[in-house]
């Protein structure tokens, strides 16, 4: 399974001089399985150099959306694949009281797009994430709801025996203590045990944090708390603050590592754009 990240900013795009050493992109992740299975982990603005550059050739994708935040879905009218009708998507997305394609068409549609999902030449499908897990090809995925504003899903995808666990935007902590929470509270915990590779959204600096609870996403001293529980071999801090520059990642990867060493985790390291990890 390879891993290649084409966008791991949070909440907007934040381009610049500032941020090219980590990439300014909002999220997006592709999942190469070695059947060749391609899966696309949401579509944020990263999702349209994706294409460009290592999808040309696909006419058979998955995509699936953690929630449906801008962020996460702002790249979709610039996904080429979806004007190609040669091209055949299904869209995953998490559960809800209307329909996914509904759901999606609050933002593809008029006054806030030029295109209507209607007119969309591929033949595209949108389905709601199967509670039981689902495959595609190789890939064996498992969803569960996670916390953070609004439906969201937490992902584990297995190949063999190894596995990535995908959880973007989280807020696990909420106040508590993640070292003694017991293991039922602490939600995503199930899905992240023992992973190959841990995606794990790491937004803010515990300084931020104390202003930002409740708003859904996980200060640096939390995420590594969460993989002290979950015990990932890999931790891969992501969603980055688009307020954070290169500079000031640096500084809270040097401040990650320290604290991983002090807790025994195993490598910790920021999540870059063109980034790749092998499992």
Sequence with gaps: MRVRFWGVRGSLPAPGPDTMAVGGNTSCVQVTGEDGTELILDAGSGIRTLHATALSHQK???IVLSHLHLDHIQGLL?????FDPEAEITVWGPPG????RRRLARYLSNPLSPVEIADLPARVSFEDAPVEGWRMGGLELRAALIAHRGPTLGLRIVEGDRSLCYLPD???GLGTDLFSTPEEWISGLALARGASALIHDAQYSDAEYASRWGWGHSSLGDTLAFARRAEPERLLLFHHDPGHDDRYL???SEQAAHEAARLGLGTVELACEQGTVEL
């Design 60 to 62: 058979r994708l998955h």
């Design 78 to 82: 610039f996904f080429a694949p979806l």
């Design 97 to 100: 009281q209307t329909p996914l």
């Design 170 to 172: 989280h807020e696990p």
């Design 250 to 252: 640096a500084s809270l």
